[in-house]
Antibody, heavy 122, light 110 residues
Framework: EVQLLESGGGFVQPGGSLRLSCAAS????????MTWVRQTPGKGLEWVAA????????YYADNFKGRFTISRDNSKSTLFLEMNSLTADDTAVYYC???????????????WGQGVLVTVSS | QSVLTQPPSASGTPGQRVTISCSGS????????VNWYQQVPRTAPKVLIY???HRPSGVPDRFSASKSGTSASLAISGLQPDDEADYYC???????????FGGGTTLTVL
C-alpha cells in the first residue's frame, strides 16, 4: 500500500524557514517523480515544485523560485521542501504527491499525503 | 487567476448528470494529459481521472472525462449526496514548465 506521510509543519515567524519532509513507502520511490502542492485557507490547489525520480530534473512554480528548494533522498524514500523567507501568504496546507512516471509531465496525484499545516505568523 | 479555467460552481439533484469544464491552451491541455481530482473539505485531494480519461481502481464508473482540443470535461452521472466536493483539473504546461491547476469547481448536490 502506497503511503505518504508529511511532517515538519508548524508555526514560524515571518522571515523564518521551515523544512518539510514526506516519508514514502509501498512503492519504488526512485522510480517516480514527486510533487509538492499547497492549499492556502479557503483557496484552491497550487503547484509548488516537482522533482524527477532521479532528482536530476527540478521544476518550480515562479512564485517559489529562489525561496523554496525541493530535494529527495532516494536511499531513505523521503522528499523534502526547504522553505525560506516565509511570509503570511505562505500559510497553507502543504501536500506531497506521487507522480505517474519518472518525470512530472504526466501529472501528479496518483497518491497524496495527508497534508501538513504551515502557519506563518508573528 | 488560474491558467486552467473552471466554473466556480456547479449543482444538480440526486440522480442527475453534471459536467464540469476545464479550459486551457495548446501549451497544456492541448498537448498534455489532464488529471481530475476530487477534494472533500478538510481532506487531501483524491485522483478521479488520470491521463485524460482513465479511472483508477475504486473510482465508480459514474465518473468519466473527455478532452477535445484545449478543453476537457468531467462528467458525473447518477449524482449522489457524497459527490458534494471541490473538483480540480490539472495538466503540465510546456510554456511554464510546470503543473497548472484549474481554480476548482464546488459541486453542490441539491
Amino acid at each position: 500500500e502506497v503511503q505518504l506521510l508529511e511532517s515538519g509543519g508548524g508555526f514560524v515567524q515571518p522571515g523564518g524557514s521551515l523544512r518539510l519532509s514526506c516519508a514514502a513507502s509501498g512503492f519504488s520511490f526512485s522510480t517516480y517523480a514527486m510533487t509538492w502542492v499547497r492549499q492556502t485557507p479557503g483557496k484552491g490547489l497550487e503547484w509548488v515544485a516537482a522533482l524527477s525520480g532521479s532528482g536530476g530534473s527540478i521544476y518550480y512554480a515562479d512564485n517559489f523560485k529562489g525561496r523554496f528548494t525541493i530535494s529527495r533522498d532516494n536511499s531513505k524514500s523521503t522528499l523534502f521542501l526547504e522553505m525560506n523567507s516565509l511570509t503570511a501568504d505562505d500559510t497553507a496546507v502543504y501536500y506531497c504527491a506521487k507522480d505517474y512516471s519518472s518525470m512530472p509531465v504526466a501529472g501528479t496525484g496518483d497518491h497524496w499525503g495527508q497534508g501538513v499545516l504551515v502557519t506563518v505568523s508573528s | 487567476q488560474s491558467v486552467l479555467t473552471q466554473p466556480p460552481s456547479a449543482s444538480g439533484t440526486p440522480g442527475q448528470r453534471v459536467t464540469i469544464s476545464c479550459s486551457g491552451s495548446s501549451s497544456n491541455i492541448g498537448s498534455k494529459t489532464v488529471n481530475w481530482y476530487q477534494q472533500v473539505p478538510r481532506t487531501a485531494p483524491k485522483v478521479l481521472i488520470y491521463s485524460d480519461k482513465h479511472r483508477p481502481s475504486g473510482v465508480p464508473d459514474r465518473f468519466s472525462a473527455s478532452k477535445s482540443g484545449t478543453s476537457a470535461s468531467l462528467a458525473i452521472s447518477g449524482l449522489q449526496p457524497d459527490d458534494e466536493a471541490d473538483y480540480y483539473c490539472a495538466a503540465w504546461d510546456d510554456t511554464l514548465n510546470g503543473l497548472v491547476f484549474g481554480g476548482g469547481t464546488t459541486l453542490t448536490v441539491l
